[in-house]
């Protein structure tokens, strides 16, 4: 077993390469979409093109994420992708650019080194603030990360990596997140050494994880990419989506997704000099473009007497100049599902790992022919601290 094999753990590698193989592929009639969204000064755009996939998750990836698979592309489609996108962004003006594909921007088997400084000249004529690409800790091409640092100025580059969790037992265990130790903080010293700027993806609402231990992890987490060094980060709760090990466990009621007051929960965590440093995302649902899916996925909620205050707050705050402030509104907010939060989050659980193992062994059963990698789930030490 190699050392990155060593990092995965092969139950959930197995059965999350078996629910994602199920996944339709994105046609060549959907090549690109572009949405948009208010930030602070202006219009945030955000443009994602068709590439044949993430690398991770085509081998069996993050048990949350339902990243599209397509047919590899050629150089031809992205360029007109871009080129249309382009005539529309002179008219819309937005400030910021985030780039999106269905992994990594340094993935070469995704983006061609070529096409990435291309596509960052061609968006150069734009007057831009900043433009934002996504990547793994463990995909960051030094060389073509300089090169996309000179191909975009003067707009900044931000490098987003997907760091979900600082733990490595979450990462390993509830995650399936490969990710190598220390890799976190050599990426955001790389990206500073290039002149781009870093931030972090962390998320709230791994499986097999208790709510309140939820909370406690993205906190932790959250907290501690500042403390190493990211410019920024950016807090999304999990989405329930098509074709994840997490929509497969909901199905057999061993899955719910935290409401958005753990997020608010997380917030409130950090202290208020940081929150300026704090982006939110995907806590209301986008549109679901892909036309091979024929169901939604289920968002994060609260109940329908507050949801619509709650989420109209949350829409303000990538926009907030002011996000002490407006997390005080938020925290204004009374509702019964709020106090049923409270309780739920300190609720007696099974001990974590008697839990993680039992809900596993399910997914052997029911998923994987009821003895492969059952060993490998007595093997499982029990959740040390966090670490970096």
Known sequence: MTAREMRYNPVLRKAARLIGSERPPVPPSLPYTLGYEETDGGLFARFWFRTRGCTHSLGGGCTMCDYWISTDTDADETRSSVERVLAELREKQPIDLLIETSGSYFDDQEVKPEQRTWMLERFRELS?????????????????????????????????????????????????KDT???SVQEAVDEVHRCAALATANVLIGAPFLSLGEQ??????????????????????????????????????????????????????????????????????????????????????????????????????????????????????????????????????????????????????????????????????????????
């Not at 060389?143 to 390993?172: M, N, Q, R, Y």
């Not at 980060?233 to 997704?257: C, I, S």
């Not at 958005?260 to 209301?284: E, F, G, K, M, Q």
Request: proline share 7%; with cysteine.
């Open 215 to 388: 909370i406690e992890d993205s906190a932790r987490s959250l907290a501690d990419v500042l403390e190493m060094g990211f410019d920024t980060a950016v807090l999304f709760p999990v989405n329930v989506k098509h074709y994840t090990l997490t929509g497969w466990l909901r199905d057999r009621e061993m899955y719910q997704a935290p409401p958005l007051w753990a997020l608010v929960d997380v917030l409130n965590s950090l202290d208020t000099s940081l929150l300026p440093r704090v982006v939110i995302s995907w806590h209301r649902p986008r549109p679901d473009y892909h036309p091979g899916y024929t169901t939604r996925y289920l968002r994060p909620e609260t109940c329908p007497n507050c949801y619509q205050p709650l989420t109209t707050l949350l829409d303000e705050w990538r926009k907030s100049i002011d996000r002490a402030a407006l997390l005080a509104q938020i925290n204004s907010i009374s509702c019964a599902c709020r106090d049923e939060h409270e309780v739920n989050k300190s609720v007696p659980n099974q001990p974590l790992l008697e839990r993680l193992r039992t809900q596993q062994r399910r997914i052997v059963d029911e998923l994987l022919g009821g003895s492969w990698g059952a060993d490998y789930l007595e093997s499982i030490p029990e959740r040390e601290s966090a670490g970096a």
């Open 180 to 182: 190598r130790p220390g």
């Open 128 to 176: 831009l603030r900043y433009v934002i690409v996504e990547t793994r800790t463990d995909l960051r091409a030094n060389d073509s990360l300089k090169a996309c640092v000179e191909a975009i100025h003067p707009a900044t580059l931000i490098v987003e990596f997907g760091v979900e969790s600082l733990d490595p037992w979450v990462l390993k265990h509830c995650i399936n």
